[in-house]
């Protein structure tokens, strides 16, 4: 079975400041996806970066980017000129790669709060 | 382009209950997922349909159960409510047509459960 580890309950960071969030995830299988999730107060899950594990490239969206380490089994998400909308839960989630299904197995979440 | 959308936003049950949650998956999207999120916790994997049929479950008792429908929409049924079933139940649609493909969430609804 898979998991999702997040080790950091609460992380609080300045405007414009850069903040980095934690995700470990343990599997046997060579072929998954990860992804980085935020749910802001609406509670709607909105999916903020994908990271194929066949891809030795980090993946970047704007502001947002990963460090993948496959070896490591660690997937953080590094936020750049943090803006106050940033302020929600993020979980980190993995999915095989094989199969039929799409099950995503999410870690316990990250709070994060930007301040003024 | 409508997202995912999810009816209702809140119910309250009491315990031992039956409740039906309703999902119109993201246009052109075939499959929907149906996730618990409890308070403080990530979501956690219920069941997928595709094609009408229940193609995956997650470790969750018999009373829920789940339907979808021709054009892709889902309802989601929880008999004999308990107040362990008091959570956020969290719609999720997707395209069937390859793997590690995005799952777009509904805002979800909130059930409590008395």
């Known amino acids: 079975a898979q998991t999702v580890t997040q080790s950091q309950p609460e992380m609080s960071v300045q405007e414009a400041e850069t903040v980095t969030l934690s995700c470990t995830y343990d599997t046997s299988e060579n072929n998954y996806y990860l992804f980085w999730y935020k749910q802001p107060p609406s509670r709607q899950m909105i999916l903020v970066i994908r990271q194929e594990a066949y891809k030795q490239q980090n993946a970047t969206e704007n502001r947002f980017s990963v460090n993948f380490q496959k070896a490591a089994k660690s997937f953080s998400l590094k936020i750049s000129d943090s803006q106050l909308g940033d302020t929600a839960m993020y979980f980190c989630a993995f999915i095989l790669g094989t199969g039929t299904a799409s099950k995503l197995t999410f870690g316990t979440g990250t709070r994060l709060q930007v301040t003024l | 382009d409508a997202g995912v959308t999810q009816s209702p936003t809140h119910l309250i049950k009491t315990r031992g209950q039956q409740v039906t949650l309703r999902c119109s998956p993201k246009?052109?999207?075939?499959?929907v997922s149906w996730y618990q999120q409890a308070l403080g916790q990530g979501p956690q994997f219920i069941f997928q349909?595709?094609?009408?049929?229940?193609?995956q479950r997650g470790n969750f008792p018999d009373r829920f159960s789940g339907h979808q429908f021709p054009n892709y929409s889902s309802e989601l049924n929880v008999n004999a409510l308990l107040l362990g079933d008091s959570a956020l139940y969290l719609c999720a649609s997707s395209l069937a047509q390859g793997y590690g493909e995005k799952l777009f969430f509904g805002s979800g609804t909130q059930l409590s459960v008395l």
């Open positions: 349909y595709y094609e009408e049929e229940e193609r």
């Open positions: 246009s052109g999207h075939d499959t």
